[in-house]
């Protein structure tokens, strides 16, 4: 193997940068040349891209975001986009693609693996953590610790002000930030996309709780498909309780931001492991950790199947609140 190129697509995720590092420094080791394909498969179709030395990703591991930038390339859903891309690797002559992203780009990966044979691996990077074939996607961490910190700050206020908040977290088909950041901070109530959410149980258990002695409270609310539905839950509480309330929208402050160490050890991991992956023939999969050990899947299991969450947070949440 002479070499290979890499990418970051879709939403970026702290941690990759570990990633293309440890990717990186890897394929040097075993006299593999590396090329940084830029702005996700848009690189491929526009033919983008710098070759990657070692000095090249000095100090990265620490920052997040993705140095080789990222997107969500439109070109790449149709047959003729994945065709130039499939040209482009052919004329730099890399005996492996090594993507990194989340579900987006696994759907693109696996379309691609499905026309062409050059040798494909994808790595979990979102900070949605919704990839099936892993336990942890890079960026879930730091991104469930953001929101935990901010809870935190959002706590003083809401105390000193008696006030119920709302605090929307992204995550936009799965609740799995939500749940993560809901049980770390405390929270009162979690509202995620899996579950429809009963605004009425919800006002009479605040309500219950106010009688208690509560004087403030915190709900944390998944994005799902709707940015802002915050607002309407807050409403209607408002409506049924009475209860003055303030709304905080997280949005891209959590995909921002140095990674944690555990992401920076995952990105550094999974990067080592895909190179070592496409020397040793697996092609068409995603390199996961599943109960602390490395794991191959097929990237049509990983587009098809569904990561469910775990339905003993959700009990957990209501126990502890
Ligand atoms: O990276 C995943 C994610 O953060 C989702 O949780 C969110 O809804 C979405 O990306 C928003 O991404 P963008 O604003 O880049 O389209």
């Not at 080791?29 to 394909?37: E, F, L, Q």
């Not at 991991?269 to 191959?296: D, P, Q, Y």
Request: net charge neutral; glycine share 12%; proline share 2%.
């Amino acid at each position: 193997m002479k070499s290979i190129a890499i990418l970051t697509s879709g939403g970026d995720a702290p941690g990759m940068n570990a990633a293309i590092r440890s990717i990186t420094r890897t394929a040097l080791a075993n006299n593999i040349k590396v090329y940084g394909i830029e702005r996700g498969f848009s690189g491929l179709v526009y033919e983008e891209y710098v070759e990657l030395e070692r000095h090249s990703v000095s100090n990265i591991i620490q920052r997040g975001g993705t140095i080789l930038k990222s997107s969500r390339c439109d070109e790449w859903r149709t047959p003729a986009g994945r065709q130039k891309g499939a040209r482009f690797l052919e004329k730099l002559g890399v005996a492996g693609l090594i993507g990194i992203g989340g579900d987006g780009t696994f759907k693109g990966l696996y379309h691609f693996s499905e026309e062409y044979d050059i040798p494909v691996i994808g790595i979990p990077g979102t900070i949605d953590n919704d990839i099936y074939g892993t336990d942890m996607t890079i960026g879930y961490d730091t991104a469930v610790n953001i929101g935990v910190d901010a809870i935190d700050k959002i706590r003083d206020t809401a105390d000193s002000h008696d006030r119920l908040f709302l605090i929307e977290v992204m995550g936009r088909n799965s609740g799995f930030i939500a749940l993560n950041v809901g049980i770390g901070g405390g929270a009162e109530e979690i509202i995620i996309p899996e579950q429809e959410a009963n605004v009425d149980d919800i006002a009479e258990r605040l309500f219950e709780g106010r009688k208690k002695g509560k004087t403030s409270s915190i709900i944390v609310v998944a994005e799902g498909d709707d940015e802002g539905k915050s607002y309407s839950i807050a409403n209607k509480l408002k409506r049924l309780s009475g209860m003055e309330y303030r709304v905080v929208i997280l949005g891209h402050i959590q995909r921002g931001g140095s990674p944690t160490a555990f992401d920076r050890y995952l990105g550094s991991f999974l990067g080592s492991e895909a190179v070592f992956g496409l020397i040793n023939g697996h092609s068409h999969e995603m390199v996961g950790l599943v109960k602390n050990k490395v794991k191959f899947s097929k990237f049509s299991e990983v587009w098809n199947k569904k990561k469910n969450i775990d339905q003993r947070l959700l009990r957990l949440n209501y126990y502890l609140s």
